[in-house]
């Protein structure tokens, strides 16, 4: 359980991406050009951590991040040997 709100994990992802830029001695613009995302888009999310999905993922690919995307939402694990052999749900309830 995190005590920070989304938004603030939405900076300091914004402030992490600013730094990968910086240590990679790449300009906005240049980033802009390498990732397909537009200059100002970048500056917004630097500040703000404001940014869409498909977006943040061609940042994160351009700064050589994209991998960590993958640990994003990790499969569960069974609590139990009951939860184990459990049928998996496909989709929830109406």
Do not use: H, W
């Not at 351009?62 to 499969?75: K, N, R, Y």
């Amino acid at each position: 359980m995190s005590f920070l709100l989304p938004e603030d994990v939405a900076r300091q992802v914004g402030e992490r991406a600013k730094s990968r830029r910086l240590a990679a001695n790449l300009s906005r613009k240049t980033l802009s050009v390498r990732s397909g995302v537009p200059a100002a888009t970048i500056r917004k999310f630097e500040v703000t951590g404001t940014i869409g999905l498909v977006a943040l993922m061609q940042l994160a690919d351009a700064l050589g991040c994209l991998d960590a995307f993958g640990m994003l939402f990790p499969p569960p694990v069974a609590m139990s040997l009951d939860e184990f052999v459990a049928p998996q749900r496909k989709r929830g309830s109406r």
